[in-house]
């Protein structure tokens, strides 16, 4: 499963880009606001950071408005993957756009029917918001089985994006369900490789290392 972040953050994406093992970015009108400066200005260091699919969401709500800001968000980069609401407007700006070979990823993606035709439309990635649905009392990886199953079926070529996930499990669930990608805040990114049994074998082997360098050097000035 590729890994993105789901921040408008350079600090996070350095930080976590620096592992070596973040795949893309996702950012939304609302990561962005948190940031200061310009967004178009964070887009393009973001995509000069990571060099795979940087989402960049149009507000716009109207398709013929999606269609303007999704080709300008295209020509900013070419790592840019334009995000549109699944809403009908989404649906005729994605199927315009797609036609012209830009990629879309579908957002605000809640339900498998809203899948189905985010794929027909042509989208590249669909984004079902899995703890926004946790959120109402109904199982979001239940969503997330249904699309994979669904575009599994017919050879769908639209990626399954597992978006909005809270923490570690959330990611586990994600990959064993066969999403393509799992998109995460950076304190679930973190999380992912602690584990306190390594910490205390790696304390354990420190202190060993140290001991049996102290006995051989006793050893050697006997
Ligand atoms: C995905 O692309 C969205 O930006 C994101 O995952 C939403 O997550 P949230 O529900 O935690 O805001």
């Known amino acids: 499963m590729k890994i993105f972040l789901d921040t408008a953050s350079l600090k996070e994406i350095r930080e976590a880009a620096a592992l070596g093992v973040v795949d893309g970015i996702t950012t939304n009108p609302t990561l962005l606001s948190k940031e200061s400066g310009e967004p178009e200005d964070i887009l393009v260091q973001i995509c000069e950071t990571v060099n795979g699919p940087i989402s960049a969401e149009v507000v716009a709500t109207d398709a013929e408005g999606m269609m303007r800001e999704g080709r300008h968000w295209a020509g900013v980069h070419r790592n840019i993957v334009v995000k549109c609401p699944c809403t009908t407007e989404g649906l005729k700006a994605t199927k315009a756009l797609s036609s012209e070979g830009i990629r879309i990823n579908m957002t605000l993606v809640f339900s498998a029917t809203q899948a189905l035709l985010a794929a027909k439309a042509g989208a590249s990635i669909c984004s079902p918001f899995v703890?926004?649905?946790?959120?109402?009392?109904?199982?979001?990886?239940?969503?997330?089985?249904?699309?994979?199953?669904?575009?599994?079926?017919?050879?769908?070529?639209?990626?399954?994006?597992?978006?909005?996930?809270?923490?570690?499990?959330?990611?586990?669930?994600?990959?064993?369900?066969?999403?393509?990608?799992?998109?995460?805040?950076?304190?679930?990114?973190?999380?992912?490789v602690k584990h306190p049994l390594t910490d205390i074998g790696l304390k354990k082997f420190l202190e060993d290392w140290e001991k049996a360098k102290k006995e051989m050097g006793a050893k050697a000035a006997r």
Do not use: W
């Open 131 to 192: 703890g926004r649905i946790d959120d109402i009392a109904s199982p979001g990886m239940e969503v997330v089985r249904d699309i994979v199953q669904i575009y599994r079926n017919y050879s769908f070529p639209c990626e399954v994006l597992a978006a909005s996930l809270r923490h570690p499990m959330h990611v586990v669930e994600a990959a064993k369900l066969g999403a393509h990608i799992g998109t995460m805040p950076y304190s679930v990114f973190t999380a992912l």
